[in-house]
């Protein structure tokens, strides 16, 4: 089975550009989650879905929006970019289900290289 | 606020050797905590999930260990070789299915 995809794995966008980024989560998974991993440091996490609700944010601005489809991937969206946003970033996707406890390890993907220029 | 930090921050050592790292969380209660392995530029490679009922995991020559009620973790690597270089990062989970709270990592390089 396929693991976590990502696309694009590099973008190199400019100040004040917007950006989307995808993530199509492993089969069977419902549940996704983005973190941004600036270099040198842990990821951050931003958002999680579950069943195209949103279950979980961050301490990240309103540039950062995000959504999820019925067919369980995802988009996370970025307005107004700064140079600050350069990172790496992840999707991740479990098995988690609402209401349903889970000790799934989460899996992901091999990231989405951002530059902002 | 959960806050987790790995010591140390860079560990080389001689292949063949075994070694530990380290990894502390300041709110123990905790759900689960998962040990990643990270190469350079790529995404994270999940490689034990330990429960909070547990106090051990082991695969291959990985073993994990979590002791909930001090706050500490530790990964152990037997007969270390250099395949092994990479970023090691662990990451504690609050309640069922909610965000993962990482460490800052140790970068490991197992020389030849």
């Known amino acids: 089975d396929a693991g976590v995809t990502q696309s694009p794995t590099h973008l190199i966008k400019t100040r004040g550009q917007q950006v989307t980024l995808r993530c199509s989560p492993i089969?069977?998974?419902?549940?996704v989650s983005w973190y941004q991993q600036v270099l040198g440091q842990g990821p951050q996490f931003i958002f999680q879905?579950?069943?195209?609700?949103?279950?979980g944010r961050g301490n990240f601005p309103d540039r950062f929006s995000a959504r999820q489809f019925p067919n369980y991937s995802s988009e996370l969206n970025v307005n107004a970019l700064l140079l600050g946003d350069s990172a790496l970033y992840l999707c991740?996707?479990?098995?988690f289900g609402k209401g349903m406890a889970s000790n799934q390890p989460q899996h992901f993907g091999d990231g989405t290289r951002l530059s902002i220029l | 606020k959960q806050e987790v930090t790995q010591i140390p921050a860079a560990l080389s050592v001689p292949e063949g050797e075994n070694l530990v790292l380290n990894c502390s969380f300041t709110?123990?209660?905790?759900?689960?905590l998962q040990w990643f392995r990270q190469d350079p530029g790529k995404g994270l490679t999940s490689l034990l999930l330990?429960?909070?009922?547990?106090r051990e995991q082991t695969s291959g020559r990985l073993n994990a260990s979590l002791d909930k009620s001090s706050g500490r973790s530790t990964l152990y690597i037997a007969a270390s070789q250099p395949g092994d270089s990479a970023t090691y990062l662990c990451?504690?989970?609050?309640?069922?299915?909610?965000?993962?709270?990482f460490g800052e990592g140790t970068q490991l390089t197992v020389n030849p």
């Open positions: 990451a504690v989970v609050r309640t069922s299915g909610s965000r993962l709270t």
């Open positions: 089969s069977g998974h419902k549940s």
């Open positions: 709110d123990s209660a905790i759900y689960n």
């Open positions: 991740a996707s479990s098995l």
């Open positions: 879905y579950y069943e195209k609700e949103e279950r």
């Open positions: 330990i429960q909070s009922s547990q």
